[in-house]
């Protein structure tokens, strides 16, 4: 089982920044991809950001040179580095990611941090 728990969100004035972090927690053998999702009020959840457990990245076009992903394998942690928000990032944010237990592969989600993007 694998337990993840969001911080950083708040909120900020429109062109400001936030700092997301995500910690898993539990026992896994591995973490593989991690990633940040959103949803809006009345929308569905978007992927934001993801990156592999070698550090490659995938972004959404809308975050793309505003927002930037990382990952601290040691400590089992992923961030997301928000700049320039816009009223459109505020949502709820969510972690994921895909772990290895027991040989099997399974993915888990956050309980989400509220981003609200003030105009």
């Known amino acids: 089982q694998v337990q993840l728990l969001e911080s950083g969100g708040g909120l900020v004035q429109a062109g400001g920044s936030l700092r997301l972090s995500c910690v898993a927690s539990?026992?896994?053998?591995?973490?593989?991809?991690m990633a940040w999702y959103r949803q809006a009020p009345g929308k569905q959840r978007d992927l934001v950001a993801s990156i592999t457990s070698g550090g490659s990245t995938n972004y959404a076009d809308s975050v793309k040179g505003r927002f930037t992903i990382s990952r601290d394998n040691a400590k089992n942690t992923v961030y997301l580095q928000m700049n320039s928000l816009q009223p459109d990032d505020t949502a709820v944010y969510y972690c994921?990611?895909?772990?290895?237990?027991?040989?099997?592969?399974?993915?888990?989600w956050g309980q989400g941090t509220q981003v609200t993007v003030s105009s």
């Open positions: 539990g026992r896994f053998f591995s973490l593989k991809s």
């Open positions: 994921q990611t895909t772990a290895s237990v027991l040989g099997r592969t399974y993915a888990y």
